[in-house]
């Protein structure tokens, strides 16, 4: 039987009281104290505040309208009614900013972290991401993860002088690794956040370092695992990889639902009028079983990983070596020069950088990852098709009427 639990009673009446008296959250991010590279531009107004000029400059880059063909989980499957990454990213921005709404947090901030964190992410999900850190580890020595790839799009490809606090959030989001409770760490500074990101690049531990520097990036990081527990597991019984729920209900229940629901009431009870995010300890202990539980039910699925394997790793390889070819050789005729290179300089997205080196003078790998990155699953497929018409590698698809 379904379970949704509530706010206590004595809570619900503080909020209503301080609703009435107007009472603001003195630990929510002021928008006059945003933090931007180039200070002179992007004045805050009336009809733009200072962040949702950062949710509309996310959303108006290119590469957000490719998440609407990147994977979520399920790579295999052509059906309309599981997630892509698209959905993914308005559910984290739904939930979170319910969450922030109570708490009395700024919206539109939490609303630009949650849009903006994973715009870096790989074709093919998790595993896309594993195999190209692999792929550039091997070539560079550095690591590639979607977080810190997400904020290269936007600070250093696209440059449109997005905030240091929507920056922030968005490089801590790290949904795979969950905390009991959360406290901003405070930073303030660019030069503190590069020595973050440069850390990710060549540590591989220090992204489990990361911690927002604002509340609305943490209340934006927990979201983000809410949003998949339970949507992955809907999404896994749609297509018939698990026949009915299997999972163990605790605290939290086991449908999504349950799961957005009991997790929100928990996190506002613990959290309301406090500096930092907090849930009770059976609550983190069953997001953590419920974590497990998807790991052993869902991501690691043999006849799925197979595939990562034995398919989308290989033609991650083959492409990569020869688009850094392409890439060695300067050939302005190469599909890698045509379709990234040249759509770079069209779109005119490191101009007045503070990138020290033009993009086109960087190194030559990193091009590569990034155009690799920013592929759809479509396109990858597609690219490795026209590059290697006798490749050996191929994608089959679970079909519309195969279920």
Not at 139 to 166: A, C, E, K, P
Not at 200 to 220: K, Q
Not at 332 to 337: A, E, Q, T
């Amino acid at each position: 039987m379904a379970q949704y639990h509530s706010l206590s009673k004595e809570l619900q009446e503080r909020i209503l009281e301080d609703r009435e008296k107007h009472k603001k959250n003195p630990y929510a991010f002021p928008d006059e104290k945003i933090v931007r590279r180039r200070m002179d531009h992007d004045k805050a107004n009336l009809w733009r505040p200072a962040f949702v000029r950062d949710v509309e400059k996310i959303m108006h880059v290119p590469y957000y309208n490719r998440y609407s063909d990147k994977t979520q989980v399920f790579s295999f499957y052509q059906n309309d009614d599981i997630s892509r990454r698209a959905l993914h990213v308005q559910l984290v921005s739904r939930i979170a900013r319910n969450i922030g709404s109570v708490l009395g947090l700024n919206e539109s901030l939490i609303e630009a972290i949650s849009l903006g964190h994973d715009i870096g992410h790989t074709p093919f999900g998790h595993a896309g991401e594993r195999i190209l850190s692999s792929l550039y580890q091997e070539h560079t020595g550095r690591y590639f993860n979607h977080n810190v790839h997400s904020v290269r799009v936007l600070d250093d490809m696209v440059n449109w002088n997005i905030s240091l606090q929507t920056l922030d959030g968005i490089l801590c989001h790290n949904g795979e690794l969950e905390l009991k409770e959360y406290r901003p760490c405070g930073m303030s500074t660019f030069v503190e956040y590069d020595k973050k990101v440069e850390a990710c690049y060549v540590d591989e531990n220090a992204i489990g370092e990361l911690i927002p520097c604002t509340l609305e990036g943490c209340v934006m990081r927990i979201c983000d695992i809410i949003a998949y527990l339970g949507k992955d597991r809907q999404d896994a019984m749609r297509l018939n990889l698990l026949k009915e729920s299997p999972f163990t209900a605790g605290a939290i229940g086991t449908s999504n639902g349950e799961i957005i629901n009991n997790f929100s009431v928990n996190i506002i009870e613990n959290s309301y009028g406090k500096d930092y995010l907090k849930m009770d300890e059976e609550y983190f202990d069953a997001l953590r079983q419920a974590k497990k539980e998807n790991y052993e039910m869902i991501y690691n699925n043999k006849s799925l990983n197979d595939l990562y394997e034995n398919e989308i790793r290989p033609m991650f390889g083959e492409l990569y070596e020869e688009l850094l070819r392409q890439a060695e050789s300067g050939d302005k005729s190469s599909v890698f020069y045509r379709h990234h290179m040249a759509y770079m300089e069209k779109n005119n997205f490191y101009v007045k950088s503070h990138v020290r080196k033009p993009y086109a003078e960087q190194e030559k790998n990193q091009l590569v990852v990034d155009y690799l990155a920013s592929m759809t699953d479509d396109y990858f497929i597609a690219l490795y098709h026209y590059l290697f018409p006798k490749g050996k590698h191929d994608v089959k698809f679970v079909g519309y009427f195969d279920l």
